[in-house]
T-cell receptor, first 114, second 109 residues
C-alpha cells in the first residue's frame, strides 16, 4: 500500500488569489493524479502528473488555471490559480504504486473560496 | 472512456449480503473492472478489480458476467462501516480512473 499526505488539509481563500496543494507519498509510484470533488458530486479527474514533464490535462482543465508540478517520484503539487467561489471543492491526489493494480487516494484538501 | 451504469442508491440490513450491480455494455477487451468506495468525509479506497474471472479478496467478491457487459460487487456480510458510495469504474491502458455517480449504500442496523 501507500501512505499519502496532503497539505493543507483545508483552507479558506479570497477570490483572485492562488493556493498550492502538496501531495507526498511514502513510496515510489508510477502514476500520480489530481482530482476535484465538488460539493455533493463525484470525483472529476483534473490531470495526470508526469515526472519531469508537463502534466496531461483532461478536457475542461487547463494548465494556466491548474499548474501541476512533479519534480520526483514521490511528490507533486497542484496550484489553483485566480480562484473564484466555483473553485470551492475537495482536491484529492491519488497514486498508483509499482506492481499494484489499484490506486491509493490522499485524504483531500477542502478549499473554500470567498 | 467506456461508461458504467449503477443504481443511484441501495439499502441493506446489517450482517446480510449485498449485491451491487454495474452495467458496462461498451466495455473493451482490455478494460479492467475496478470497484472503489468512498466513506463519508474520506478519499476513495480500493475494493477490488478484475478482468474476466471472478475475484475474491478480504473485502468483497467480484462476479463478472461471461460477456463482461455487467458485473456485481458482493459484500458477504454488510456492516455499518460499509455504508458508502460505491463506484464501478472501467480502467484501460492509461490507468486513469473516470468516476461515475456511483451507488450510495445505506446499511440499516
Amino acid at each position: 500500500s501507500a501512505v499519502i499526505s496532503q497539505k493543507p488539509s483545508r483552507d479558506i481563500c479570497q477570490r483572485g488569489t492562488s493556493l498550492t496543494i502538496q501531495c507526498q507519498v511514502d513510496s515510489q509510484v508510477t502514476m500520480m493524479f489530481w482530482y476535484r470533488q465538488q460539493p455533493g458530486q463525484s470525483l472529476t479527474l483534473i490531470a495526470t502528473a508526469n515526472q519531469g514533464s508537463e502534466a496531461t490535462y483532461e478536457s475542461g482543465f487547463v494548465i494556466d488555471k491548474f499548474p501541476i508540478s512533479r519534480p520526483n517520484l514521490t511528490f507533486s503539487t497542484l496550484t489553483v490559480s485566480n480562484m473564484s467561489p466555483e473553485d470551492s471543492s475537495i482536491y484529492l491526489c491519488s497514486v498508483e504504486v509499482v506492481g499494484h493494480g489499484e490506486q491509493f487516494f490522499g485524504p483531500g484538501t477542502r478549499l473554500t473560496v470567498l | 472512456d467506456a461508461k458504467t451504469t449503477q443504481p443511484n442508491s441501495m439499502e441493506s440490513n446489517e450482517e446480510e449480503p449485498v449485491h451491487l450491480p454495474c452495467n458496462h455494455s461498451t466495455i473493451s477487451g482490455t478494460d479492467y473492472i475496478h470497484w472503489y468506495r468512498q466513506l463519508p468525509s474520506q478519499g476513495p479506497e480500493y475494493v477490488i478489480h478484475g478482468l474476466t474471472s471472478n475475484v475474491n479478496n478480504r473485502m468483497a467478491s467480484l462476479a463478472i458476467a461471461e460477456d463482461r457487459k455487467s458485473s456485481t460487487l458482493i459484500l458477504h456480510r454488510a456492516t455499518l462501516r460499509d455504508a458508502a458510495v460505491y463506484y464501478c469504474i472501467l480502467g484501460g491502458a492509461t490507468n486513469k480512473l473516470i468516476f461515475g455517480t456511483g451507488t450510495l449504500l445505506a446499511v440499516q442496523p
